[in-house]
């Protein structure tokens, strides 16, 4: 029922302007003529937006989210010192020779990662917030 409102205001105001974007008088001419290119203009920016993080993407966005795996390591790994969790402790290793290798990877191909080492980042921070997770539960079951 809504989405039916919503189309025909669509195609009500669509037809409106275009009819007053040809067969208008002077001032509903112009009127017409600046939405159509503040339209323009969105669309414009809209795709400048893209390109730009695409650009981003490609030049080393995923610098950023090693880096703040390296900084989100070194803190689970204080944490997990406190628990005394030997297991974590060993996980957060592992975890952060996978990290430095992804890493390594990204410098060998010129800040690009592949396919399989997207992937391999995916799964890596994926593991990690099971990690923290396990953590939070165990940290909430220790006395306090």
Do not use: C
């Amino acid at each position: 029922m809504i989405k039916t409102i919503v189309t025909i205001g669509v195609i009500i105001v669509l037809s409106l302007l275009g009819y007053n974007y040809f067969l208008g008088d002077a001032e509903e001419k112009a009127q017409s003529r600046e939405i159509v290119g503040k339209a323009k203009d969105l669309g414009k920016d809209a795709w400048e937006l893209l390109k730009s993080e695409r650009t981003k993407m490609k030049e080393g966005k995923y610098d950023g989210a090693l880096k703040k795996l390296e900084g989100l390591y070194a803190s689970l790994k204080d944490r997990a010192d406190e628990l005394a969790d030997s297991d974590a402790i060993d996980r957060i290793s592992e975890l952060t020779q996978r990290r430095d290798e992804l890493e390594n990877a990204l410098k060998s191909a010129g800040g690009k990662l592949s396919g399989e080492s997207k992937r391999k980042l995916d799964d890596l921070t994926s593991e990690t917030e099971d990690l923290m997770n396990e953590m939070e539960t165990k940290d909430k079951a220790a006395p306090h």
